[in-house]
């Protein structure tokens, strides 16, 4: 059962392989994105990890930086050097002996589109041996990638088309939608590299209602009051239906933590969904923390 958790970080939508996204969005055609940076440099969230099928627990770590033009990035597989102004999201899930590293790297702005990916990486690692290594850049709409897995090293490149997003943390790109409404809705492109696929998904992120939710950082703060929170359903286009992820993004602004400043559209809790002999389960994250610099 151990290996259910291997599907974790914006984990397998309808049965998919694991990916999590940034977005790249038009500001001027669609007026959807928005910089959640701007009185503050950095962004760092804790949530815990459960595994409602095999029961097993973890830690999932966000940290969010920005950087501005010029900038060496020394947070990333490898170093980046002279690098536009933009923002750098990494992601580091413990699950047991099981570990996920992310990150990209998104330029803040390119002509007339906000948060656009530039690099990206992704690494597995299992009782401390790497199973999965994969990094990538992108030169326009294309994504061009090198994987290894097993020892195996292979490489090639995946066209996307119109909205697209990259294959790292997507949930909390999503912060930056202004737009949101109990009617929100887009569909966007993602180029997805795993272990066994390479190829480019069709998704859909739709908000139909809002939702109390009280996690472990919400009732430290106010332990008699759930968070609203909008409620974010992200499908994959396919043949066979299957269930959402679902993400809680704070309809205010909440304080942080350790400070007096506020974070936009926190996302509270997310559920990514395991279907096991025919019933539903999910991996849940609670926020636990939050804390800006």
């Known amino acids: 059962m151990k290996k259910m958790v291997i599907i974790l970080v914006a984990i397998l939508v309808l049965g998919a392989v694991a990916f999590s996204l940034v977005a790249c969005n038009r500001a001027t055609t669609q007026g959807q994105l928005s910089n959640f940076l701007v009185d503050h440099a950095e962004e760092t969230f804790e949530y815990d990890v459960k595994n409602e099928l095999t029961n097993e627990t973890g830690t999932y770590i966000v940290h969010i930086k920005r950087f501005q033009k010029g900038a060496t990035?020394?947070?990333?597989?490898?170093?980046?050097?002279?690098?536009?102004?933009?923002?750098?999201?990494?992601?580091?899930?413990?699950?047991?002996t099981t570990v996920y590293e992310t990150?990209?790297?998104?330029?803040?702005?390119?002509?007339?589109?906000?948060?656009?990916?530039?690099?990206?990486?992704?690494?597995?690692?299992?009782?401390?041996?790497?199973?999965?290594?994969?990094?990538?850049?992108?030169?326009?709409?294309?994504?061009?990638?090198?994987?290894?897995?097993?020892?195996?090293?292979?490489?090639?490149?995946?066209?996307?088309?119109?909205?697209?997003?990259?294959?790292?943390?997507f949930h909390q790109a999503l912060r930056t939608v202004t737009t949101y409404t109990t009617s929100f809705s887009f569909s966007f492109a993602v180029p997805l590299v795993s272990a066994t696929e390479n190829t480019s998904v069709s998704l859909t992120a739709s908000c139909k209602s809002t939702e109390g939710i009280t996690t472990p950082f919400t009732t430290a703060l106010n332990p008699e009051n759930s968070v609203n929170c909008y409620r974010?359903?992200?499908?994959?286009?396919?043949?066979?239906?299957?269930?959402?992820?679902?993400?809680?993004?704070?309809?205010?602004?909440?304080?942080?933590?350790?400070?007096?400043?506020t974070i936009k559209h926190l996302l509270v809790e997310f559920r990514e969904p395991i279907t096991h002999e025919g019933d539903t389960f999910y991996v849940v994250y609670k926020l636990k923390s939050a804390t800006i610099n």
Request: some cysteine.
């Open 232 to 261: 974010v359903e992200v499908s994959r286009s396919t043949k066979v239906a299957g269930k959402s992820q679902i993400l809680f993004y704070a309809v205010d602004d909440m304080k942080a933590s350790n400070s007096e400043l």
């Open 73 to 96: 990035v020394e947070d990333f597989l490898e170093p980046i050097q002279n690098v536009e102004k933009g923002i750098l999201v990494r992601g580091s899930l413990t699950v047991g």
């Open 103 to 169: 990150g990209c790297y998104f330029n803040l702005t390119s002509g007339t589109s906000l948060m656009v990916p530039a690099r990206s990486y992704r690494v597995q690692t299992e009782n401390g041996n790497e199973t999965f290594r994969m990094s990538g850049y992108y030169d326009g709409a294309t994504f061009h990638y090198e994987k290894v897995v097993g020892g195996n090293t292979s490489s090639g490149s995946i066209k996307v088309s119109g909205t697209y997003f990259d294959n790292n943390e």
